[in-house]
């Protein structure tokens, strides 16, 4: 059996969390951690090494864009994917342009984020 592919799962919305995390699971992911802002998503990625980081742009302290370079920072193969509710296109060109592999709009669609999630880690 192959081994399920590790999620990190930030976002400063709990219920999302709870939400995301139980679809993941459902889908044969393993959330491995969790973050509910920016600096701790970088210390969360620092300890797990995950294959994958579901990432919100929008979070306290830290928001994604700084987490993303920090995590790029720390390891420059880290696959994220960026979550916004913001859809502005140029913060996600932005994301793209520092490394991020792809991005998610919310409300996150259960089949999109798998099929995306898949497709990075391939």
């Known amino acids: 059996m192959t081994p399920r592919t590790t999620v990190l799962l930030c976002d400063d919305s709990r219920a999302l969390r709870l939400l995301t995390a139980r679809q993941l699971a459902e889908c044969g992911f393993d959330v491995i951690g969790e973050a509910d802002n920016g600096v701790a998503a970088v210390e969360q990625y620092e ?58 709009q919310k409300p996150i669609d259960p089949d999109a984020m798998v099929r995306v999630l898949r497709e990075t880690v391939a």
């Open 47 to 104: 300890k797990l090494r995950p294959d994958v980081v579901l990432l919100d742009l929008v979070m306290p302290q830290q928001d994604g864009k700084e987490a993303l370079r920090r995590i790029r920072e720390l390891d420059p193969n880290a696959r994220v994917v960026i979550l916004s509710s913001l859809g502005a296109q140029h913060d996600i060109e932005e994301c793209l342009k520092l490394g991020a592999k792809s991005y998610l």
